[in-house]
């Protein structure tokens, strides 16, 4: 005999009306097992949720009550347990996402997210002024991340692929110093009595395309002063861990950074300066990390330099150089020719761009600068700096004055 509600109507299997007037439907969740209640004040609106659950069940999704109340910031969590990543990477996505994501889409439900709901985020990211590459980064966690709810059964379509179009401000273009700037600079630290110090370092990362990374975990048994070869095999990185923030000793950024790195003269001479300087001044590597001692470039106290350190001494560097070139420019009655900002990574970017204007092989440079990808280095570094050189290289399509004019 059917069953029916208080104003008789059969109720369907798995239908119920409560003593209290209110409908329930219960049913079990194929996927995951689990029997789960749904519930609605008349019987019309629980039908329309019992068609929905269905229609979910047909497309193998998940309609466990506890799955739906799963939040974006779960999701994450629950992808960043499936990735096999080093740990300082992980931090930095984590950092990333408790800075921007967490208390703004981070608490909405992953079932009730909407395609509108990453647009108006990325576009108020733009309206902030933020970069196209950190908006980019944002939607490097949250594509995946939803991906996985989607491979999960949760949600039937990734609501966040195709959403990161233009926003944000472009990437400003990378410059690297002209010839004549890098070595008005190098000449300028090599006759300061403050900044001298830091040469042999500024020579070795102009000269070996290092990252600053690289440079100041380099220790002296990876410089082969016989063989004039520099080994790269790691780099130091400085990051919260543990024990709070300090450096640790990590993997090259790819299996690419890996390699051996002929010393140029500039390079060579750099090296002995700084074995002459640390002996001179004390600069003698006390610490041990990650089972690697002997560093090169130190503090006063015998630790690494911190990359933080780098672009501070190269910023104080430029500073004086260009206070020093306006006075000498007033005194001439002339413009002055100020050098432009840099950091750490100004030196290895001008590094690669003398390799290129001395058509140094493509696939060299990439083996230099330890890209994974030659692609890499030619969009990224390989940019002509010197007006001279791009007339001098034009100049060879000049044609014999012996050939008639065109009229």
Not at 225 to 235: L, S, Y
Not at 257 to 275: C, L, N, S
Request: contains cysteine.
């Amino acid at each position: 005999m059917a069953r029916k509600d208080n104003k008789g109507r059969n109720l369907k299997a798995g239908e119920y009306q409560r003593p209290d007037g209110r409908y329930e439907y219960r049913y079990k969740d194929e996927i995951t097992g689990k029997r789960n209640s749904v519930y609605a004040a008349d019987l019309a609106s629980l039908r329309e949720m019992e068609k929905k659950i269905n229609k979910d069940m047909d497309d193998l999704l998940i309609t466990d009550a506890s799955v739906k109340k799963l939040t974006v910031n779960t999701l994450f969590e629950r992808y960043m347990a499936t990735k096999n990543i080093k740990e300082r990477t992980k931090k930095n996505y984590i950092r990333m996402w408790d800075y921007r994501i967490r208390n703004t889409l981070g608490n909405i439900r992953v079932v009730d997210f909407k395609t509108s709901h990453v647009r108006t985020f990325f576009s108020a990211l733009s309206d902030e002024g933020l970069a196209h590459s950190t908006i980019k980064g944002l939607y490097g966690l949250l594509n995946p991340s939803f991906e996985l709810a989607v491979e999960d059964g949760i949600i039937r379509k990734n609501p966040v692929t195709g959403t990161l179009g233009d926003y944000g401000a472009p990437a400003k273009e990378k410059e690297a110093l002209t010839l004549e700037q890098q070595e008005k600079l190098l000449k300028f630290v090599e006759q300061s009595n403050v900044y001298k110090p830091h040469l042999p370092m500024m020579q070795v990362m102009f000269g070996a395309c290092l990252r600053v990374s690289e440079t100041i975990g380099l220790t002296w048994s990876d410089v082969d002063m016989k063989n004039r070869e520099i080994h790269v095999g790691g780099q130091l990185v400085y990051y919260e861990g543990d024990e709070g923030y300090c450096f640790h000793d990590s993997e090259t950024k790819t299996d690419a950074g890996i390699r051996d790195i002929p010393m140029t003269q500039m390079v060579y001479d750099a090296f002995r300066k700084q074995r002459e300087l640390n002996l001179m001044l004390g600069l003698q590597s006390n610490v041990e990390i990650g089972g690697r001692s002997g560093f090169i470039f130190n503090t006063k106290h015998g630790r690494p330099i911190m990359p933080a350190g780098v672009n501070s001494f190269l910023k104080n560097i430029v500073n004086a150089y260009n206070k020093k070139e306006s006075k000498l420019a007033g005194e001439e009655k002339r413009e002055p020719e100020l050098m432009p900002p840099i950091s750490s990574h100004t030196l290895r970017h001008t590094g690669c761009t003398r390799l290129g204007e001395n058509n140094v092989n493509p696939k060299v440079m990439q083996y230099v600068m330890g890209h994974s990808d030659a692609q890499i280095t030619m969009n990224v570094y390989n940019h002509i700096a010197e007006k001279s050189h791009v007339e001098n290289e034009m100049s060879k399509m000049n044609l014999p004055e012996t050939v008639p004019a065109v009229v």
